[in-house]
């Protein structure tokens, strides 16, 4: 069975960085844009950045403002978010996700990724 497993988060405080990681289980990431989403408490699940198959294509949420970057290595099968400034709104559950299709893009949309993790907690005590 094909899993994504997160890892990284933790309880820091506000202007600390964070290096989230995503580590696909039984499969590939090879042909796939990833994305990486969060959820606060009470509110709904939203985007954060994604990336295309190739690293080619990036994109951000409006909130990043510069402080999150997104990568990825296709040969160890992971999808990094590097996280620097934090605050205390980016207090969330942090997932990260697989496109359904194989595009070039880099999609926001989260009907566009089949494959999610379960999740990994930032806390950003202010």
């Known amino acids: 069975q094909v899993q994504l497993v997160e890892s990284g988060g933790g309880l820091v405080q506000a202007g600390d960085s964070l290096r989230l990681s995503c580590q696909i289980i039984g499969g590939n990431i090879n042909m796939w844009s990833m994305g990486w989403f969060r959820q606060a408490p009470g509110k709904e699940r939203e985007f954060v950045a994604s990336?295309?198959?190739?690293?080619?294509?990036?994109a951000y949420a409006d909130f990043v403002e510069g402080r999150f970057t997104i990568s990825r290595d296709n040969a160890k099968g992971t999808v990094f978010l590097q996280m620097n400034n934090l605050r205390s709104e980016d207090t969330a559950v942090y997932f990260c996700?697989?496109?359904?299709?194989?595009?070039?893009?880099?999609?926001?949309?989260?009907?566009?990724?089949?494959?999610w993790g379960q999740g990994t907690q930032v806390t950003v005590s202010s």
């Open positions: 996700a697989r496109a359904c299709l194989t595009t070039y893009n880099a999609p926001r949309g989260q009907n566009e990724y089949g494959l």
């Open positions: 990336v295309s198959r190739s690293s080619g294509r990036t």
